[in-house]
């Protein structure tokens, strides 16, 4: 008996219902939209979760906070319409800013609650030298949230969601932005889909800065396709949920 044949990592594309939790409208898509394109074409359902309003993250810096987050959407929406997103739901925490991590976590125990994925996606919060906030938060209270969803003495921000909840079962949680990824899928078939969504992303990225991050993802997908029998790929460490606690 060996600990893989007791929590076995879980098989992401058996996945029909995906909540996609992520600190920024573009994190999403810059770490795995090449895997969340080839999800959605068979068949699962993506639902979005953005944490903060990504303000400060926008070039044009005459903008006005509404217009600035009605350009942020309008990207996102038509990056959505490439990767097939069904779904977008904001939080509107203060990008880079001041906010309460139970905040945080009760609202993506509404969302898991709400939408009852089988799969979590969120950002790797144990990522070594990873400097932004908003992507430690975001990623230690979706992990959190995803042990937790069905602990309901555990209250999310919205008691009728906690009412109305049935405790159902989530497969496992995909980490993305990790050192120490357990999958590298093939996004080869998927790599121009992958760059049509990332260059929607037009309200955070001068178009010298597009450029660099294409050629930073052009190089990335290669690199760790390195030794596989594909070209590119994405990274993932892909987890049971319960090996989400205590070293499992
Ligand atoms: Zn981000």
């Not at 042990?147 to 906690?162: C, G, N, Q, R």
């Not at 009412?163 to 993305?176: F, N, R, V």
Request: hydrophobic share 40%; proline share 4%.
């Amino acid at each position: 008996m060996t600990i893989e044949t007791i929590l076995p990592i879980p098989d992401l594309f058996s996945a029909k219902r995906i909540l996609c939790i992520q600190p920024h409208y573009d994190d999403n898509d810059i770490a795995a939209a090449g895997i969340l394109t080839q999800l959605s074409k068979q068949g699962a359902e993506l639902f979005y979760l953005t944490a903060t309003d990504d303000l400060m993250g926008v070039v044009d810096v005459s903008l006005s906070d509404d217009e600035a987050a009605n350009v942020l959407r309008r990207d996102q929406f038509v990056a959505g319409k490439i990767v097939g997103v069904k779904e977008q739901y904001w939080l509107g925490y203060p990008d880079a800013g001041e906010y309460n991590y139970f905040d945080l976590r009760r609202d993506f125990l509404k969302y898991i609650r709400l939408l009852k994925p089988d799969f979590v996606f969120a950002p790797d919060a144990w990522l070594t030298y990873e400097g932004h906030r908003d992507h430690i938060q975001t990623g230690f209270a979706a992990a959190e949230a995803v042990m937790f969803a069905e602990l309901t003495k555990i209250a999310s921000s919205d008691p009728a969601v906690d009412a109305a909840y049935e405790p159902h079962s989530i497969d496992g949680i995909a980490l993305y932005y990790t050192r120490e990824p357990n999958t590298i899928v093939d996004i080869t078939s998927a790599w121009e889909e992958k760059v049509a969504a990332v260059r929607c992303y037009e309200a955070q990225f001068d178009s010298q800065g597009m450029e660099q991050l294409i050629m930073a993802l052009d190089a990335k997908s290669q690199q760790v396709a390195q030794g596989k029998s594909f070209m590119r790929g994405e990274p993932l460490k892909v987890l049971h949920t319960s090996a989400l606690h205590c070293g499992f």
